[in-house]
């Protein structure tokens, strides 16, 4: 965790409501770090229905494992979140740690160890001594209170430089339901299914099947949408809970993700997903600049999305933004490398609004002095316009500097 705030971070930290139905505690269990919390304990009200998307990596970890086979049941009663060790490539020793955690979990929670989920961060291939996890989430369960969410999302914390939360309130029939999220990430992250690791929590009566449709849908265009090294993680978890508590206040019970009634839900959740993935890209390691990639005028929207990622994981791209250099010649290779349908003559290009190429060539009207000075913002923006048809998409990343390769060279140190 570094010790410098991202100069990208957001400038307002909203306030976080109660959610009814969740409570919170955190604790120093000394997994890795010292004098700073490292697991997170939330409590779930009996009934709460979850959903998960997980990382496609064909070498998940051993709680990203845990999670899938417990998600078939459909509910959840508490979350045990560590970081310092991803618990990740570590064999029989590593399952063992995820049955023992949950055991102890289940112990203090009161409830059955199917109904435990589990979500580890940091270091891969060391093994996670989960004996340090006896009595502290005994402490935990007593202390626990539905506050301080910007502290839990600090203990989920590794090379992260804020505490990531957004929160939303809308209403659900006759009642207001709130949704709360956090999220974890800065490094290895180019998301094949979620984030890194997020969390959300709402106290609206969805099922667990509807509950997972949202998900499912909501991930597409916020957490697949940012990038920022092309890396997938071992650990990338999404996690939903529902606990239904808004019921008792009128709001109704709903069953399908189709449901009409749920329109204005759908859109809240999304912002929620769409705000964190952002503060994903804003914390980049060693980030200075966030950057906007949008490509439109492609065959497709999927071909648009693999020209936007192919652009925003391009190195070359990346250190020339870092440079403040608006070097479309980077643009135009990473469009071309991309595999997908694309004509060098109709190609335009735009750093910040400001067209830089045109028609396959450098824009006639292209100002060095002009594009030099709106390349010294924080958010860029880089446009690509194909020519080719009506697909369009939109990923986030953030520059590559020399602090990227620090933080990353020092990080079993």
Request: charged share 25%; proline share 5%.
């Amino acid at each position: 965790m570094s010790s410098s705030v991202s100069p990208l971070a957001p400038k307002h930290v909203p306030d976080m409501p109660a959610i009814a139905g969740v409570r919170l505690a955190t604790a120093e269990a000394g997994i890795r770090y010292k004098n700073r919390t490292d697991v997170l304990l939330a409590i779930m009200d009996k009934g709460t229905a979850v959903a998960g998307v997980f990382t496609k990596s064909k070498c998940p970890s051993a709680p990203v494992e845990w999670c899938r086979a417990k998600l078939k049941g459909g509910k959840a009663r508490a979350l045990v979140v560590n970081s310092g060790n991803a618990n990740a490539f570590t064999g029989k020793t590593g399952r063992a740690s995820t049955a023992l955690t949950a055991k102890i979990a289940a112990k203090a929670v009161g409830c059955s160890e199917s109904e435990i989920f589990l979500a580890s961060t940091g270091v891969i291939g060391e093994p996670l001594d989960a004996t340090k996890f006896d009595g502290v989430l005994a402490r935990l369960a007593e202390s626990a209170a539905p506050a301080d969410w910007p502290g839990a999302a600090k203990a989920i914390m590794t090379t992260d430089t804020f505490p990531k939360v957004a929160t939303a309130t809308v209403k659900l029939g006759k009642a207001k339901v709130t949704i709360n999220g956090m999220a974890k990430g800065a490094g290895m992250i180019a998301p094949d299914m979620a984030t890194m690791l997020s969390f959300i929590f709402t106290d609206a009566p969805i099922a667990p099947a509807a509950l997972q449709a949202l998900l499912k849908s909501g991930v597409e265009d916020t957490f697949n949408a940012v990038t920022i090294d092309g890396d997938t993680s071992t650990s990338d978890t999404l996690l939903a809970f529902a606990t239904g508590a808004a019921a008792e206040h009128g709001a109704p019970k709903i069953s399908r993700a189709s449901d009409p009634r749920l329109k204005a839900f759908t859109k809240a959740f999304h912002q929620v997903l769409a705000n964190l993935a952002e503060q994903v890209a804003r914390d980049g390691e060693g980030a200075r600049k966030l950057v906007e990639i949008t490509v439109e005028g492609a065959k497709t929207k999927a071909s648009a999305r693999k020209i936007a990622m192919s652009i925003a994981n391009s190195p070359l791209v990346k250190t020339a933004i870092a440079g403040e250099d608006a070097n479309w010649g980077r643009v135009v290779m990473a469009v071309g490398k991309a595999g997908e349908p694309a004509d060098r003559d109709k190609l335009s290009i735009s750093f910040n609004g400001i067209r830089v190429a045109k028609s396959g060539a450098r824009d006639p009207s292209y100002d060095e002095a002009q594009v030099s000075e709106a390349m010294k913002a924080p958010e860029i923006a880089i446009k690509v316009a194909l020519g080719l048809g009506k697909g369009r998409d939109r990923v986030l990343t953030c520059d590559l500097t020399k602090e990227y390769v620090a933080i990353n060279g020092d990080y079993r140190s």
